[in-house]
Protein backbone atom coordinates (compact mmCIF):
# COMPACT_ATOMS: atom_id res chain seq x y z
CA UNK A 1 0.00 0.00 0.00
CA UNK A 2 2.76 2.12 0.62
CA UNK A 3 4.55 1.39 -2.65
CA UNK A 4 1.31 2.47 -4.18
CA UNK A 5 0.79 5.69 -3.12
CA UNK A 6 4.60 6.70 -3.07
CA UNK A 7 4.55 9.57 -5.86
CA UNK A 8 6.86 9.06 -9.22
CA UNK A 9 8.36 11.80 -10.72
CA UNK A 10 6.91 12.73 -14.02
CA UNK A 11 8.54 14.79 -16.56
CA UNK A 12 6.59 17.71 -18.07
CA UNK A 13 7.41 19.45 -21.39
CA UNK A 14 9.04 22.66 -21.25
CA UNK A 15 6.23 25.66 -21.33
CA UNK A 16 7.46 29.29 -23.13
CA UNK A 17 6.95 32.13 -21.45
CA UNK A 18 4.40 35.36 -23.30
CA UNK A 19 7.44 37.42 -23.36
CA UNK A 20 9.44 35.08 -25.92
CA UNK A 21 6.84 34.43 -28.67
CA UNK A 22 6.15 37.98 -29.87
CA UNK A 23 10.00 38.55 -30.28
CA UNK A 24 10.38 35.59 -32.66
CA UNK A 25 7.47 36.59 -34.97
CA UNK A 26 8.95 39.91 -35.68
CA UNK A 27 12.50 38.51 -36.44
CA UNK A 28 10.70 36.58 -39.04
CA UNK A 29 8.70 39.22 -40.57
CA UNK A 30 11.35 42.08 -41.08
CA UNK A 31 13.16 38.90 -42.84
CA UNK A 32 9.89 38.99 -45.05
CA UNK A 33 10.03 42.64 -45.51
CA UNK A 34 14.04 42.77 -46.63
CA UNK A 35 13.01 39.91 -49.12
CA UNK A 36 10.87 41.86 -50.64
CA UNK A 37 12.65 45.11 -50.94
CA UNK A 38 15.76 43.27 -52.42
CA UNK A 39 13.03 41.68 -54.61
CA UNK A 40 11.95 45.63 -55.68
CA UNK A 41 15.49 46.92 -55.83
CA UNK A 42 17.06 44.50 -58.20
CA UNK A 43 13.55 44.55 -60.52
CA UNK A 44 13.81 48.31 -60.53
CA UNK A 45 17.56 47.45 -61.29
CA UNK A 46 16.75 45.43 -64.02
CA UNK A 47 14.22 47.89 -65.22
CA UNK A 48 16.49 50.84 -65.28
CA UNK A 49 18.98 48.72 -67.53
CA UNK A 50 16.82 47.48 -69.29
CA UNK A 51 15.81 51.33 -70.31
CA UNK A 52 19.36 52.15 -70.54
CA UNK A 53 19.61 50.01 -73.32
CA UNK A 54 17.03 50.15 -75.05
CA UNK A 55 17.90 54.35 -75.13
CA UNK A 56 21.14 53.42 -76.14
CA UNK A 57 20.00 51.10 -78.80
CA UNK A 58 17.21 53.40 -80.07
CA UNK A 59 20.31 56.16 -80.22
CA UNK A 60 22.36 53.96 -82.10
CA UNK A 61 19.34 53.30 -84.41
CA UNK A 62 18.72 56.89 -84.90
CA UNK A 63 22.13 57.56 -85.31
CA UNK A 64 21.99 54.79 -88.19
CA UNK A 65 19.42 56.41 -89.87
CA UNK A 66 20.70 59.58 -90.06
CA UNK A 67 23.37 58.62 -92.23
CA UNK A 68 21.42 58.22 -95.64
CA UNK A 69 22.70 55.26 -97.60
CA UNK A 70 23.33 56.01 -101.59
CA UNK A 71 24.09 54.28 -104.10
CA UNK A 72 27.24 55.09 -106.56
CA UNK A 73 28.29 54.97 -110.27
CA UNK A 74 31.38 55.56 -111.63
CA UNK A 75 31.19 58.35 -115.00
CA UNK A 76 31.61 56.10 -118.45
CA UNK A 77 34.81 57.68 -120.40
CA UNK A 78 33.73 58.57 -123.57
CA UNK A 79 36.00 57.54 -126.87
CA UNK A 80 39.21 59.62 -127.82
CA UNK A 81 37.46 59.94 -131.03
CA UNK A 82 34.32 61.71 -131.87
CA UNK A 83 32.20 61.02 -134.68
CA UNK A 84 31.21 64.54 -136.71
CA UNK A 85 28.65 63.47 -139.27
CA UNK A 86 27.45 66.78 -141.33
CA UNK A 87 25.13 67.22 -144.73
CA UNK A 88 26.87 67.26 -147.71
CA UNK A 89 26.28 67.19 -151.91
CA UNK A 90 28.56 65.42 -154.64
CA UNK A 91 29.63 67.34 -157.08
CA UNK A 92 31.89 65.90 -160.10
CA UNK A 93 35.89 66.89 -159.71
CA UNK A 94 35.45 69.18 -162.64
CA UNK A 95 32.32 70.28 -164.85
CA UNK A 96 32.61 71.99 -168.05
CA UNK A 97 30.05 73.45 -170.54
CA UNK A 98 31.90 73.13 -173.85
CA UNK A 99 30.75 75.94 -176.49
CA UNK A 100 31.79 76.40 -180.79
CA UNK A 101 34.16 78.68 -181.25
CA UNK A 102 33.38 79.00 -184.48
CA UNK A 103 30.18 79.80 -186.61
CA UNK A 104 28.49 77.22 -188.92
CA UNK A 105 26.18 74.48 -188.78
CA UNK A 106 26.03 71.10 -187.08
CA UNK A 107 27.17 68.42 -189.17
CA UNK A 108 26.97 65.33 -186.70
CA UNK A 109 27.17 64.57 -183.07
CA UNK A 110 29.03 61.78 -181.91
CA UNK A 111 28.39 61.30 -178.18
CA UNK A 112 25.04 61.65 -176.32
CA UNK A 113 24.15 61.74 -173.17
CA UNK A 114 25.48 58.93 -170.85
CA UNK A 115 28.20 58.47 -172.53
CA UNK A 116 31.61 57.58 -171.37
CA UNK A 117 34.29 59.82 -173.20
CA UNK A 118 38.21 59.95 -172.89
CA UNK A 119 39.96 62.94 -173.08
CA UNK A 120 40.86 64.51 -177.16
CA UNK A 121 37.34 62.55 -178.23
CA UNK A 122 35.77 64.06 -181.15
CA UNK A 123 32.14 64.75 -179.86
CA UNK A 124 31.02 66.92 -182.63
CA UNK A 125 31.39 68.48 -185.96
CA UNK A 126 30.77 71.78 -187.24
CA UNK A 127 30.05 73.09 -191.15
CA UNK A 128 31.47 76.17 -191.35
CA UNK A 129 31.70 77.03 -195.19
CA UNK A 130 31.95 80.98 -194.19
CA UNK A 131 35.11 80.17 -192.46
CA UNK A 132 36.45 77.80 -195.69
CA UNK A 133 35.91 80.04 -198.45
CA UNK A 134 37.59 83.16 -195.82
CA UNK A 135 40.48 80.75 -195.69
CA UNK A 136 40.73 79.85 -199.36
CA UNK A 137 40.80 83.95 -200.27
CA UNK A 138 43.76 84.47 -197.27
CA UNK A 139 45.85 81.92 -199.17
CA UNK A 140 45.42 83.33 -202.05
CA UNK A 141 46.42 86.68 -201.09
CA UNK A 142 49.26 85.45 -199.66
CA UNK A 143 50.89 83.66 -202.60
CA UNK A 144 49.80 86.96 -204.54
CA UNK A 145 52.09 88.88 -201.49
CA UNK A 146 54.90 86.38 -202.02
CA UNK A 147 55.03 87.51 -205.08
CA UNK A 148 55.52 90.60 -204.85
CA UNK A 149 58.03 90.29 -202.13
CA UNK A 150 60.32 88.66 -204.42
CA UNK A 151 59.88 91.09 -206.91
CA UNK A 152 60.79 93.77 -204.06
CA UNK A 153 63.49 91.86 -202.96
CA UNK A 154 65.23 91.76 -206.84
CA UNK A 155 64.67 95.19 -207.65
CA UNK A 156 66.15 95.96 -204.14
CA UNK A 157 69.03 94.23 -204.72
CA UNK A 158 69.41 95.69 -208.17
CA UNK A 159 69.29 99.62 -206.70
CA UNK A 160 71.66 98.18 -204.41
CA UNK A 161 74.56 97.78 -206.92
CA UNK A 162 73.53 100.53 -209.11
CA UNK A 163 74.32 102.87 -205.95
CA UNK A 164 77.38 101.49 -205.66
CA UNK A 165 78.92 102.67 -208.92
CA UNK A 166 76.78 106.37 -208.63
CA UNK A 167 74.25 105.01 -211.42
CA UNK A 168 71.25 105.82 -209.25
CA UNK A 169 70.60 108.13 -206.46
CA UNK A 170 70.37 107.49 -202.50
CA UNK A 171 67.00 107.95 -202.67
CA UNK A 172 66.18 105.94 -205.61
CA UNK A 173 68.07 103.02 -203.39
CA UNK A 174 66.22 103.94 -200.47
CA UNK A 175 62.96 103.74 -201.51
CA UNK A 176 63.55 100.36 -203.39
CA UNK A 177 64.81 99.16 -199.99
CA UNK A 178 61.58 100.32 -198.38
CA UNK A 179 59.71 98.50 -200.48
CA UNK A 180 61.35 95.31 -200.08
CA UNK A 181 60.50 95.80 -195.98
CA UNK A 182 57.12 96.48 -196.46
CA UNK A 183 56.56 93.64 -198.32
CA UNK A 184 57.97 91.36 -196.28
CA UNK A 185 55.95 92.77 -193.60
CA UNK A 186 52.67 92.38 -195.62
CA UNK A 187 53.84 88.54 -195.85
CA UNK A 188 54.00 88.36 -192.69
CA UNK A 189 50.56 89.57 -191.79
CA UNK A 190 49.35 87.30 -194.38
CA UNK A 191 51.19 84.66 -192.99
CA UNK A 192 49.27 85.32 -189.35
CA UNK A 193 45.85 85.99 -191.05
CA UNK A 194 45.99 82.35 -192.36
CA UNK A 195 46.88 80.71 -189.48
CA UNK A 196 44.12 82.33 -187.33
CA UNK A 197 41.31 81.29 -189.97
CA UNK A 198 43.39 77.77 -190.11
CA UNK A 199 42.69 77.71 -186.44
CA UNK A 200 39.43 79.37 -186.31
CA UNK A 201 38.46 76.36 -189.33
CA UNK A 202 39.87 73.43 -186.66
CA UNK A 203 37.19 74.52 -184.29
CA UNK A 204 34.41 73.17 -186.28
CA UNK A 205 35.93 69.85 -184.75
CA UNK A 206 34.64 69.47 -180.84
CA UNK A 207 36.70 67.48 -178.63
CA UNK A 208 36.43 66.55 -175.42
CA UNK A 209 39.22 68.79 -172.82
CA UNK A 210 39.38 66.01 -170.40
CA UNK A 211 37.71 62.24 -169.73
CA UNK A 212 34.02 61.93 -167.79
CA UNK A 213 30.63 61.83 -168.80
CA UNK A 214 28.69 63.19 -170.95
CA UNK A 215 25.87 65.27 -169.13
CA UNK A 216 23.91 67.15 -171.79
CA UNK A 217 23.55 67.65 -175.76
CA UNK A 218 21.91 70.49 -176.16
CA UNK A 219 22.04 70.92 -179.97
CA UNK A 220 20.73 68.55 -182.93
CA UNK A 221 22.29 68.06 -186.00
CA UNK A 222 21.45 70.95 -188.52
CA UNK A 223 20.95 73.64 -185.92
CA UNK A 224 22.50 77.03 -186.33
CA UNK A 225 25.86 77.36 -184.26
CA UNK A 226 27.17 80.58 -182.88
CA UNK A 227 30.60 81.16 -181.67
CA UNK A 228 31.38 82.20 -177.87
CA UNK A 229 29.05 81.83 -174.58
CA UNK A 230 27.89 85.55 -174.80
CA UNK A 231 24.94 86.65 -176.89
CA UNK A 232 23.32 83.88 -179.33
CA UNK A 233 25.97 81.33 -178.22
CA UNK A 234 24.32 78.55 -176.62
CA UNK A 235 26.35 75.26 -174.82
CA UNK A 236 26.27 72.30 -177.04
CA UNK A 237 27.67 69.67 -174.51
CA UNK A 238 28.10 69.30 -170.51
CA UNK A 239 30.84 67.09 -169.50
CA UNK A 240 31.23 66.04 -166.13
CA UNK A 241 34.46 64.15 -164.44
CA UNK A 242 33.16 61.94 -162.07
CA UNK A 243 36.41 60.06 -160.70
CA UNK A 244 36.92 61.27 -158.30
CA UNK A 245 34.00 62.90 -156.72
CA UNK A 246 34.41 66.54 -154.33
CA UNK A 247 32.27 66.57 -151.67
CA UNK A 248 32.07 69.67 -150.00
CA UNK A 249 31.20 70.24 -146.39
CA UNK A 250 30.54 72.87 -144.04
CA UNK A 251 32.75 72.25 -140.48
CA UNK A 252 30.79 73.89 -137.51
CA UNK A 253 33.19 76.57 -135.91
CA UNK A 254 33.60 74.30 -132.74
CA UNK A 255 35.55 71.57 -134.49
CA UNK A 256 36.96 73.50 -137.45
CA UNK A 257 40.55 73.08 -135.72
CA UNK A 258 40.43 69.52 -135.91
CA UNK A 259 39.98 69.44 -139.18
CA UNK A 260 43.28 68.51 -141.13
CA UNK A 261 44.31 67.41 -144.30
CA UNK A 262 44.78 63.90 -145.04
CA UNK A 263 42.13 63.23 -142.48
CA UNK A 264 40.06 60.06 -143.25
CA UNK A 265 36.29 60.47 -143.83
CA UNK A 266 33.57 58.03 -145.33
CA UNK A 267 30.54 59.40 -146.88
CA UNK A 268 26.99 57.33 -146.64
CA UNK A 269 23.76 57.69 -148.64
CA UNK A 270 20.31 55.90 -148.30
CA UNK A 271 19.98 54.61 -151.67
CA UNK A 272 23.22 52.37 -150.13
CA UNK A 273 22.09 51.16 -146.86
CA UNK A 274 25.06 50.60 -144.83
CA UNK A 275 27.65 51.18 -147.39
CA UNK A 276 30.27 53.54 -147.17
CA UNK A 277 32.34 55.13 -149.64
CA UNK A 278 36.16 56.15 -148.42
CA UNK A 279 38.00 59.54 -148.62
CA UNK A 280 40.14 61.76 -147.28
CA UNK A 281 40.20 65.81 -146.84
CA UNK A 282 42.33 67.42 -149.48
CA UNK A 283 41.93 71.33 -148.28
CA UNK A 284 39.88 73.59 -146.43
CA UNK A 285 39.33 77.29 -146.53
CA UNK A 286 41.11 78.11 -143.55
CA UNK A 287 38.37 81.01 -142.80
CA UNK A 288 35.56 81.11 -140.68
CA UNK A 289 32.32 81.90 -143.25
CA UNK A 290 30.97 84.86 -141.00
CA UNK A 291 27.59 84.60 -141.86
CA UNK A 292 27.07 80.71 -141.00
CA UNK A 293 29.96 80.49 -138.91
CA UNK A 294 31.92 77.41 -140.16
CA UNK A 295 34.77 75.97 -142.52
CA UNK A 296 34.39 75.19 -145.77
CA UNK A 297 36.31 71.95 -146.07
CA UNK A 298 36.29 69.53 -149.18
CA UNK A 299 36.43 65.77 -148.65
CA UNK A 300 37.56 63.62 -152.33
CA UNK A 301 35.82 60.06 -152.76
CA UNK A 302 37.47 57.67 -155.24
CA UNK A 303 34.65 56.52 -157.86
CA UNK A 304 36.20 54.34 -160.18
CA UNK A 305 32.74 52.32 -160.64
CA UNK A 306 30.26 55.20 -161.38
CA UNK A 307 27.80 54.66 -158.36
CA UNK A 308 28.40 57.79 -156.72
CA UNK A 309 25.89 60.68 -158.66
CA UNK A 310 27.24 64.30 -158.96
CA UNK A 311 24.61 65.86 -157.13
CA UNK A 312 23.10 63.51 -154.87
CA UNK A 313 22.44 64.65 -151.07
CA UNK A 314 25.20 62.38 -148.86
CA UNK A 315 26.47 62.44 -145.50
CA UNK A 316 29.84 62.78 -144.23
CA UNK A 317 31.62 61.05 -141.44
CA UNK A 318 34.37 62.59 -139.68
CA UNK A 319 36.70 60.59 -136.85
CA UNK A 320 37.74 64.30 -134.84
CA UNK A 321 40.30 63.16 -132.35
CA UNK A 322 39.49 64.88 -128.63
CA UNK A 323 41.83 66.54 -126.71
CA UNK A 324 40.20 66.54 -123.47
CA UNK A 325 38.95 63.70 -121.73
CA UNK A 326 35.24 63.50 -121.59
CA UNK A 327 32.78 61.75 -119.97
CA UNK A 328 29.52 61.32 -119.58
CA UNK A 329 26.81 60.64 -116.40
CA UNK A 330 23.38 60.20 -116.44
CA UNK A 331 20.82 62.93 -115.57
CA UNK A 332 20.29 61.11 -112.47
CA UNK A 333 23.39 62.09 -111.18
CA UNK A 334 23.20 66.22 -111.58
CA UNK A 335 22.76 68.13 -108.40
CA UNK A 336 21.66 72.14 -109.86
CA UNK A 337 22.17 74.47 -107.23
CA UNK A 338 22.45 78.23 -107.21
CA UNK A 339 26.12 78.78 -107.77
CA UNK A 340 25.51 75.87 -110.91
CA UNK A 341 25.72 72.22 -111.49
CA UNK A 342 26.99 70.29 -109.15
CA UNK A 343 27.71 65.82 -109.09
CA UNK A 344 28.22 64.22 -105.70
CA UNK A 345 30.99 62.40 -105.49
CA UNK A 346 31.65 59.95 -102.45
CA UNK A 347 35.50 59.38 -101.53
CA UNK A 348 36.86 56.60 -99.47
CA UNK A 349 36.05 57.62 -96.76
CA UNK A 350 32.11 58.06 -97.15
CA UNK A 351 32.22 61.84 -97.22
CA UNK A 352 30.41 63.27 -99.69
CA UNK A 353 31.89 66.34 -101.57
CA UNK A 354 30.09 68.56 -104.48
CA UNK A 355 31.94 68.99 -107.62
CA UNK A 356 31.25 71.42 -109.89
CA UNK A 357 31.06 70.63 -113.30
CA UNK A 358 30.92 71.70 -116.84
CA UNK A 359 27.99 70.41 -119.10
CA UNK A 360 28.48 69.71 -122.53
CA UNK A 361 25.86 68.19 -124.94
CA UNK A 362 22.60 66.35 -123.66
CA UNK A 363 21.92 63.29 -124.91
CA UNK A 364 18.82 62.53 -123.51
CA UNK A 365 19.19 60.29 -120.55
CA UNK A 366 23.01 61.03 -119.91
CA UNK A 367 25.01 64.22 -120.64
CA UNK A 368 28.61 64.64 -121.34
CA UNK A 369 30.58 66.19 -118.70
CA UNK A 370 33.65 68.22 -120.24
CA UNK A 371 35.68 69.30 -116.78
CA UNK A 372 34.87 68.64 -113.34
CA UNK A 373 34.99 64.97 -112.75
CA UNK A 374 37.72 62.10 -112.42
CA UNK A 375 37.14 58.54 -114.18
CA UNK A 376 37.92 57.08 -110.68
CA UNK A 377 34.48 59.25 -109.11
CA UNK A 378 32.07 57.24 -107.29
CA UNK A 379 29.08 59.82 -107.90
CA UNK A 380 25.72 59.42 -106.07
CA UNK A 381 22.66 58.75 -108.14
CA UNK A 382 19.50 60.14 -107.55
CA UNK A 383 20.97 62.09 -104.98
CA UNK A 384 18.97 64.17 -102.18
CA UNK A 385 18.17 68.03 -102.58
CA UNK A 386 19.30 68.28 -98.94
CA UNK A 387 22.85 66.56 -99.61
CA UNK A 388 25.18 68.94 -98.18
CA UNK A 389 29.61 69.17 -99.07
CA UNK A 390 31.22 66.98 -96.11
CA UNK A 391 27.94 64.88 -95.32
CA UNK A 392 28.70 61.09 -94.25
CA UNK A 393 26.87 58.51 -96.41
CA UNK A 394 26.81 54.79 -96.36
CA UNK A 395 27.40 53.27 -99.88
CA UNK A 396 24.77 50.89 -101.08
CA UNK A 397 26.16 47.14 -102.23
CA UNK A 398 25.32 46.62 -105.62
CA UNK A 399 24.43 50.31 -107.29
CA UNK A 400 23.10 50.93 -110.86
CA UNK A 401 24.69 50.39 -113.82
CA UNK A 402 25.47 53.08 -116.29
CA UNK A 403 22.65 53.61 -119.06
Partial sequence: MTQLTQKQPVETAPVHSTAERPSSGKSVG?????????????GGALAIMRRLSEKKALAKETERLAVPTVSVLKPAAEPSNEELTLPAQLQAYVESAIYSRTNGYLLRWNKDIGSRITKGELLAEIDTPEVDQELSQSKASRQQIQ??????????????NLRKTDSVSQQESDQQTSAYTQARANLAFADANVKRLEQLESFKHIY????????????????LINAGSAGTGRELFDIAQVDPLR??????????PSIQRNMAAYIELAEYPGKRFTGKVVRTADVIDPATRTLLTEVDVPNPDG??????YAQVHFAVPVKTVRMS???NALLFRAEGPRIAVVGSDNIVHLKPITIGRDYGT???????LDPKDQMVVNPADSLQEGQPVKIRAGGPEHP
Fill in 30 to 42: SRLVVLVLIILLF
Fill in 147 to 160: AQLELAKSSAERWI
Fill in 307 to 312: HLMPGS
Fill in 247 to 256: VYVSVPQSSA
Fill in 329 to 331: VPV
Fill in 208 to 223: APFSGVLTKRNVDTGA
Fill in 366 to 372: SVEILSG
